[in-house]
């Protein structure tokens, strides 16, 4: 059976490519020639969001050499263990929320320390999967579309989160 999906998920993406010209082409367009424009403003909005995230990752570097994160990790330990929680859990909640590639690096450390199948490794990974990174996404796409509103979004955002960790340590069997 794992054979098969193997199997399956190495021509998906060929075949989508492959549709997707193969209707172009039915269609009657120039399919070459709006990959070139749609990569052309691809570009363009890369260019325009690059000081963004190299802000955020500059920041969350900074924040991660500086001890911040052990320090917040140690400060809220009372409380995260005596619900039974790792105190490493929330350092990583709070940089999900900026960057998902500083996030695994976490994430890795956790690991190696409780390992992946320990009830630790087992919040964080699926806390990984049900937590987004808000400050990042808000932060590019509203960068790209201009928006100045923000205010509703960053609350659903956080109280998704908040609703995310909690799943993530009912689901791993708190």
């Known amino acids: 059976m794992a ?9 998906v993406i060929p075949l989508v490519i492959f549709y997707i010209v193969a209707y172009g082409i039915a269609a009657k367009t120039a399919v070459y020639d709006d990959f070139i424009h749609g990569a052309k403003e ?11 995230l190299v802000g955020l990752m500059v920041g969350v570097g900074v924040l991660r050499a500086s001890g911040f994160l052990d320090f917040l990790g140690s400060i809220t330990s009372r409380f995260t263990e005596s619900l039974g929680l790792s105190p490493d859990l929330i ?22 320390t409780y390992g992946p199948d320990s009830l630790t490794g087992m919040i964080t990974s699926i806390m990984m999967s049900c937590t987004e990174t808000v400050f990042y996404t808000m932060s590019v796409y509203y960068m790209a579309a ?29």
């Open 3 to 11: 054979g098969v999906l193997s199997n399956i998920s190495n021509i």
């Open 42 to 52: 691809g570009f363009k909005t890369v260019v325009q969001i690059a000081p963004t």
């Open 91 to 112: 350092p990583l909640i709070f940089i999900k929320m900026f960057s998902s590639s500083a996030a695994t690096g976490l994430v890795l450390d956790i690991f190696k």
């Open 146 to 174: 201009k928006v100045t509103k923000t205010k509703w979004t960053l609350s659903g955002a956080l109280i998704s989160t908040f609703a995310g960790v909690a799943a993530s340590i009912i689901l791993a069997g708190l």
